[in-house]
């Protein structure tokens, strides 16, 4: 197969019909080259195994021997499937490739130590027709880097994220653009001091951040460095601060965190403290709609993001590759619930 690049390039996942074509033999020959047979001249076994050489050429054992160049398995590669977010994207993942009748092959990395490299040549090693990466698993310049060269040879598709790399394509949800949205909204319902709550600066967890940032200088609305507060992302950690911001006489009157389990954490704390306030959560999970009471949450379309993952890979192992997009952008949007209608 060959997958065009945005520079209008190819990039290139050698096939054995590629080396017959280069070394003027046919595919049953390379196929017994592969296989050791004694039906082939050391001449022509030199040969091709140099051309293979030369071209990079990764024989797939499990594929050549039934003359398959695909074994229609894509990588899914992301940090933490017990993690509610990822874990809803992989099964959206699954069950739209399997419609298109490939299989998946999943790698949890864990937290990105930056030396996440490996999950990277596992999958390639494993000869899958693509790679999509969920969020942020891999950041540090070596990891992106071999992620880049192995998008030359096989596609890689990241959603929540996006490399600005050649041969990569990105799916993502404008949350910037939606965390300003969310400002805009509690300063219509005389909101001011608004508290941010987040635990990562991933592409994700950057550009919500900014967007808060930016709505805020944008509205004039208070802007205090206790306002904004990063903590590990579980229950305990996010009533522990809110306990310790209500000690300290620290005043919000709206809470908005970049996930919803903080959100829940949050306004479990804040009404045992008496305070009946606006909560926004993020990514719309039903951890969300679960709490009492229910919390308004920014809806970053994960469904949308996943179904324009599967179809990009469609694309790019069939017949039209050159008609992807590099970017595929999705706006966000606030779905109220209890919890901003008090």
């Known amino acids: ?13 050698i096939t054995i ?4 074509q280069k070394c003027n033999v046919s595919i049953a020959t390379v196929s017994r080259v592969l296989n050791g047979s004694t039906r082939v001249s050391e001449k022509t076994r030199a040969k091709v195994l140099q051309v293979m050489k030369e071209m990079g050429y990764k024989p797939n054992p499990f594929a050549r021997g039934l003359g398959l160049d695909s074994m229609k398995i894509v990588g899914v590669i992301c940090t933490d499937v017990a993690d ?13 490739l399997r419609k298109h009748h490939f299989d998946v092959m999943l790698s949890n990395t864990g937290s990105d130590t930056g ?5 990277i040549s596992d999958m390639a090693d494993k000869h899958v027709d693509a790679i999509i990466t969920i969020g942020t698993p891999f950041s ?22 996006d490399y600005h790399q050649p041969n990569m394509y990105s799916v993502v949800c404008n949350e910037k653009e939606g965390m300003k949205m969310i400002v805009t909204a509690l300063a219509a319902k005389n909101c001011h001091d608004i508290l941010y709550i987040y635990d990562s600066l991933t592409y994700s967890g950057r550009h919500k951040l900014d ?40 005043s919000f009157d709206a809470i908005v965190t970049s996930e919803d389990i903080f959100a829940i954490g949050a306004q479990r704390a804040a009404l045992r403290h008496g305070k009946t306030i606006p909560v926004i959560g993020c990514n719309n999970s039903i951890l969300a709609q679960c709490a009492t009471p229910t919390i308004t949450s920014l809806d970053n ?25 590099v970017r595929t952008e999705f706006s966000a949007d606030l779905v109220e619930r209890e919890s901003f209608r008090r």
Request: with cysteine.
């Open 84 to 96: 509610i977010f990822y874990a809803h994207a992989v099964s959206l993942l699954e069950d739209g």
């Open 140 to 161: 540090s310049e070596t990891d992106v880097r071999l992620l880049c060269d192995t998008a030359r040879q096989i596609p890689v598709i990241t959603i929540n994220s």
């Open 115 to 119: 030396h996440n490299g490996k999950y």
């Open 1 to 13: 197969h060959r997958f065009f690049t945005q520079r209008g390039t190819i990039a290139m996942n």
């Open 301 to 325: 379309k994960l469904t949308s993001l996943c179904n324009a993952a599967v179809h990009i890979v469609t694309e790019l192992t069939g017949k039209e590759p050159d008609s992807v997009p």
């Open 211 to 250: 967007g808060f940032r930016q709505g805020i200088r944008d509205l004039n609305l208070t802007e205090k460095p206790e306002l904004i507060q990063q903590i590990p992302r579980t229950l305990d950690d996010t009533e522990v601060l809110i306990d310790r911001l209500v000690a300290g006489g620290i």
């Open 17 to 20: 019909y590629d080396i017959a």
